[in-house]
């Protein structure tokens, strides 16, 4: 079945640990992005990706990093940097233009 | 600035009907979306408007007024498993996907 795929479900990580999030999608989606949500916030966007080895910065990008290798994965590193990582982590993924965005079933990311 | 803002919680009875507001300012429009999340879950697509009027899917409706930067979404029927949040995002001229907060729906039997 097409979909989009987000592991693990739950992550618990030390503080000043990096920790990567996966997301693979096989809709062959050009458009790929990492979202964070926060209790009573709208999404906030992290990064984006529209192709393969290019990517640009969301709204909040401080404190993560991303690659773009394959069309199909898109994976999210929450590096030490980032003040408060612990949030839920949405991956979506979209065709170029005006369509609905596709989204992982999320990671809950908890640093202690 | 972008903004879109939509209350931040709702309270109905199941079988009844209930329309839940948005309004935004974005800087261009590609059209409007509703979403639906479940507690923990991903959000789901519901519907997209970027003609005015309403669009009808079932028990859900979608409403959109360019001219006043308003759109609602109208559940009707409801049923338990409705309770959810419900998020509008608009696309901006730069294709990219603006977000409300989400309006929490609670209903009581």
């Known amino acids: 079945d097409g979909g989009i795929t987000q592991s693990p479900k739950y992550l618990f990580r030390k503080e000043g640990q990096n920790v990567t999030l996966s997301c693979e999608q096989n809709l062959n989606h050009d458009a790929m992005y990492w979202y964070r949500q926060d209790p009573g916030q709208g999404l906030r966007l992290i990064y984006y990706s529209q192709i393969v080895n290019d990517f640009q910065k969301g709204d909040i990008a401080e404190g993560y990093s991303v690659s773009r290798e394959k069309k199909e994965s898109f994976p999210l590193t929450v590096t030490s940097a980032q003040k408060n990582p612990t949030a839920f982590y949405l991956c979506a993924s979209g065709s170029s233009g005006v369509t609905e965005a596709f989204f992982g079933q999320g990671t809950r990311l908890t640093v202690v | 600035g972008q903004n879109i803002d939509q209350p931040t919680e709702m309270t109905a009875t199941e079988g009844a009907i209930v329309q839940i507001n948005c309004t935004y300012q974005?800087?261009?429009?590609?059209?409007l979306f509703w979403y639906q999340q479940h507690a923990g879950e991903a959000p789901t697509f519901l519907s997209y408007n970027v003609l005015d009027g309403l669009e009808e899917k079932g028990r859900f409706s979608s409403f959109l007024s360019r001219s006043k930067g308003y759109s609602y979404l109208l559940l009707k029927e409801l049923q338990m498993k409705d309770s959810a949040s419900y998020l509008c995002?608009?696309?901006?001229?730069?294709?990219?996907?603006?977000w409300g907060a989400g309006t929490k729906l609670i209903i009581k039997p």
């Open positions: 995002a608009c696309m901006d001229s730069n294709y990219q996907l603006i």
């Open positions: 974005t800087s261009g429009f590609n059209g």
